[in-house]
């Protein structure tokens, strides 16, 4: 592939687009100046047409795991407890944010590639009361993508007044999420994944019922106080130095988003995702997510031919793309083949051809 730079097919950070990168190098402007609401104001509009909300977008200079401890902090009461689905590297690190900042968390278990149910939520609501339940839409890790739609669909039903809190950090823009229409009251994601932004800034969609909550927690923290950002976010604005230059890359990107289509963009990655696992299986190597719940976003591929992925980067490292050689506990054992963001089919195509010359040698 000829280029510049290495071509980034890993799950986060993506690669971002020579204009968006341009878009960061707009004069910069007060943050407490009459252009900056104006800015503001464009990003939220945009924000709440993604996100499937009329609630206000949060918009935070941090990743999105200042925001797991921003929805722990501001949805769990000290005397209540919440709920965390657990079965990847990522809802394991949320659940011990909650328990870090002082929460009482109980946790269903799955292990890694298989996905959550309704019916073990349903379960668990049976047994316990909940101010939250805590969910990540699709697992970086492990390629899983959860049924967040019939999850909120239970809590609804069994208990309404439970807050239901989802990470979508690489589902949002690239796999199916509607915070309004699936009862989600935090949805949150961040720039580096299916938004194909640069990494440093985070966004939540947050219910009244959120802010409700807030409200009778003293301590909330202060960074992400979710009061204090809605003190802000009706003049347009936030209360700590926002990150301009990524919000003017943001801007841009989502009125690209729009553009294209949001359903549009959705199938795009459900393209990729079909392309991906044809070549998996025609390559002879499994899948490390259970069917019926692989992402379109991210597939995590089983080593079952014990390639050399090392070897295997490197080749694509001179073939133009950094790639992933799997996560965590299973780093070796699997790889992620990322197909998120504003990559295209024919990009994904040569990649994948590139895979394929490694393999013949």
Known sequence: MAQDHKYLMTPGPVEVRAEILQAQTDWMIGHRSQAFAELFA??????????????????????GTGLWEGASRNAIRDDKRALHLVGGAFSERWAEISQANGKTVDI?????????????V?????????????????ETSTGVTHPIK????????????????????????????RAD??????????????M???PGIAFASVSDRVLERAQQIAYRGYYF???ALEESIVKNNTPATPPVSLMF????????????????????????????????EQRGFGFFAVEGYRSPTVTCVANTRHADVNKMAAFMMNKGYDMDKGYGQIKGKTFRVAHMGDTQPAILQDFLNGLDEFLAQ
């Open 122 to 138: 349903a379960d668990a609501l049976a047994q316990h009361e909940y101010d939250a339940v805590c969910a990540v839409h699709n």
């Open 42 to 63: 464009s990003l939220q509009e945009k924000l709440k047409h993604v996100f499937f909300t009329q609630n206000r977008v949060y918009v935070c200079g941090s990743s």
């Open 225 to 227: 106080d979710f009061i």
């Open 150 to 177: 019939a999850i909120g669909e239970v809590i609804r039903e069994k208990a309404p007044d439970t807050l239901y809190l989802v990470d979508s950090v690489s589902g949002l823009l690239g796999a199916e999420i």
């Open 196 to 198: 194909a932004l640069p």
């Open 108 to 120: 269903i278990n799955v292990d890694w590639g298989q996905n959550h149910t309704a019916e073990m």
């Open 249 to 280: 890359a943001a801007n841009h990107q989502l009125a690209d988003v729009l553009a294209e289509g949001i359903e549009n963009r959705w199938q795009r990655h459900l393209d990729m995702r079909q392309m991906t696992q044809d070549w998996v």
């Open 181 to 194: 229409e699936w009862g989600i009251d935090i949805l949150l994601t961040s720039s580096q994944k299916a």
